[in-house]
Nanobody, 124 residues
Framework: QVQLVESGGGLVQAGGSLRLSCAASGRTFGSYAMGWFRQAPGKEREFVAAISGSTGNTYSADSVKGRFTISRDNAKNTVYLQMNSLQPEDTAVYYC?????????????????WGQGTRVTVSS
């Protein structure tokens, strides 16, 4: 049973930073792509960033490029999302997800397992 548990969300002022973590269990972590998505109130879930399995290649949405960085520590079975220069429009519930494959994807439908989410609120 694959489990993903996010942590690190909270309330931060505009311009601040947060680091989200997602701890994975239930299978060999390093072989599979991981992704972060977010869902703001009244909006659809959107892609934020992804990282491939063994190569560690990354891909980010244009809206967060240059501000957010995804990384992974395979020894700790954990993926991170470092978020800098946060803005009120970044307010959302952030979800960690993993695929059944090594390659990345920006499509939520291509992720098989999801965490419960962690809330990020950015005040102006």
């Amino acid at each position: 049973q694959v489990q993903l548990v996010e942590s690190g969300g909270g309330l931060v002022q505009a311009g601040g930073s947060l680091r989200l973590s997602c701890a994975a269990s239930g299978r060999t972590f390093g072989s599979y792509a991981m992704g972060w998505f977010r869902q703001a109130p009244g909006k659809e879930r959107e892609f934020v960033a992804a990282i491939s399995g063994s190569t560690g290649n990354t891909y980010s949405a244009d809206s967060v490029k240059g501000r957010f960085t995804i990384s992974r520590d395979n020894a700790k079975n954990t993926v991170y999302l470092q978020m800098n220069s946060l803005q009120p429009e970044d307010t959302a519930v952030y979800y960690c997800a993993t695929r059944r494959y090594e390659s990345m994807s920006y499509r939520a439908s291509e992720y098989a397992y999801w965490g419960q989410g962690t809330r990020v609120t950015v005040s102006s």
